[in-house]
């Protein structure tokens, strides 16, 4: 069964650094063809991509928010962790982790963990 | 820049046929993949590589692409249906894109 978890502060202050945890279980991150990707949604608007690593530890950034994230994986841990440094209000959101499934044309995000709603405040 | 364009709202009767579509330049050269988001709940695949539908997903669900615009059909309409269905695909670097969401409402 796979089970992906989001796990990270609820509430952080401008400029601060958000760091954002994704467990997974079910599958293994070595095998060819997987990945874990890093999505979030602000409230009342759309779907935004943010970061991706794959199997082969290959990383990719949104092009908008490259200079602000790292992605890294602990294989020991099953753990990929997101970090988005100089955390602005804008980046109030429900951040998803999500399970990669990677084809040469066609790659879709097929497991999902429920979600964390951060909050950037004073 | 790369970008996914889909038209903000579109409403069907319950038990109608209604179709999604999606514009982008990457539609030509990588496939597109289709989310449900309802409120509150992470999102679901529906469909990928254009047309593939995930096993659990009901048949009514379909896709399909032509040129730039990638469209999903749901046929048959259900109440469970109303949810914001949102296209994604890739370009050549790698760069994921989602488009700005269709809120299906069924009446």
């Known amino acids: 069964q796979v089970t992906l978890r989001e796990s990270g502060p609820a509430l952080v202050k401008p400029t601060q650094t958000l760091t954002l945890t994704c467990t997974f279980s079910g599958f293994s991150l070595t095998t060819r063809g997987m990945g874990v990707t890093w999505i979030r949604q602000p409230p009342g608007k759309a779907l935004e991509w943010l970061a991706l690593v794959d199997w082969d530890n290959d990383k990719y950034y949104s092009r908008s928010l490259k200079t602000r994230l790292t992605v890294s994986w602990d294989s020991s841990e099953n753990q990929v962790v997101l970090t988005m440094t100089n955390i602005d209000p804008l980046d109030t959101a429900t951040y998803y982790c999500?399970?990669?499934?990677?084809?040469?044309?066609?790659?879709?995000?097929?497991?999902w963990g429920q979600g964390i709603l951060v909050a950037v405040s004073t | 820049s790369s970008e996914l364009t889909q038209d903000p709202a579109v409403s069907v009767a319950l038990g109608q046929t209604v179709r999604i579509t999606c514009q982008g330049d990457?539609?030509?050269?990588?496939?597109a993949t289709w989310y449900q988001k309802k409120p509150g709940q992470a999102p679901v695949l529906v469909i990928h590589a254009n047309n593939n539908r995930p096993s659990g997903i009901p048949d009514r669900f379909s896709g399909s692409r032509s040129g730039d615009t990638a469209s999903l059909t749901i046929t048959g309409v259900q109440a469970e249906d109303e949810a914001v269905y949102y296209c994604n695909s890739r370009d050549s670097s790698a760069n994921h894109l989602f488009g700005g969401g269709t809120k299906l409402t069924v009446l």
């Open positions: 990457t539609l030509r050269d990588f496939y």
């Open positions: 999500a399970r990669v499934k990677w084809q040469r044309l066609d790659t879709y995000f097929d497991y």
